[in-house]
C-alpha cells in the first residue's frame, strides 16, 4: 500500500493492515520515553528521506540517560534524536542534511554531527521547546 498523504503532501506513517506502523529503528539500547509529542514529525519526515536514499532511518540516541549528551541538551527534554548517517553514502550526506531540514519546517533543526568520539550523525531538534513550555506557565 502506498504512503496517505496530506494536502501539502508530506508523508504521513505507512498503514498496514489497518495499524499504524513506523518504519523506523532503534540501535539497540536507545530510549523514546518521554519524547515531545513534536518529535513524531521528524520521525516520519526521516523514514520518507531516507527511504529515498535506499537506507533506513535508525535512531541511534535519543532519551537514554546513559548517553553522552550536554548537560543542556534536548535530549534531556524529549526535543532531539539522533539519526544513523553510515548507511547513506557521505557525498550524499549534506543533501540528507537539508531535505531533512526541509521537510521538518522551521521548528526543528538539523545538524550533520562529526564530533571526535562519536559516529557522524544527524541531529535533529525540536526549537519550540522553550515556547511551548513558557506558554504553559
Do not use: N
Not at 504512503?3 to 501539502?8: I, N
Not at 519526515?45 to 543542556?72: F, K, Q, W
Not at 532531539?80 to 531535505?99: N, P, T
Amino acid at each position: 500500500r502506498q504512503p496517505r498523504h496530506r494536502r501539502d503532501r508530506r508523508p504521513l506513517v505507512h498503514v498496514e493492515r489497518g495499524t499504524k506502523q513506523l518504519m523506523v529503528k532503534l540501535k539497540p539500547g536507545v530510549s523514546i520515553k518521554g519524547i515531545a509529542p513534536e518529535m513524531f514529525w521528524p520521525i516520519q519526515v526521516a523514514e520518507y528521506v531516507y527511504r529515498t536514499y535506499g537506507a533506513e532511518a535508525v535512531i541511534t540516541s535519543g532519551t537514554e540517560t546513559d548517553a553522552p549528551h550536554a548537560l543542556v541538551s534536548r535530549h534531556w527534554a524529549g526535543a532531539a534524536f539522533d539519526f544513523r548517517v553510515h548507511d547513506v553514502a557521505s557525498e550524499y550526506w549534506e543533501v540528507l542534511r537539508k531535505k531533512m531540514e526541509e521537510a521538518c519546517g522551521k521548528d526543528f533543526k538539523v545538524v550533520l554531527e562529526r564530533s571526535t568520539g562519536t559516529a557522524p550523525h544527524l541531529h535533529v531538534s525540536f526549537l519550540g521547546l522553550e515556547a511551548r513550555q513558557k506558554s504553559r506557565g
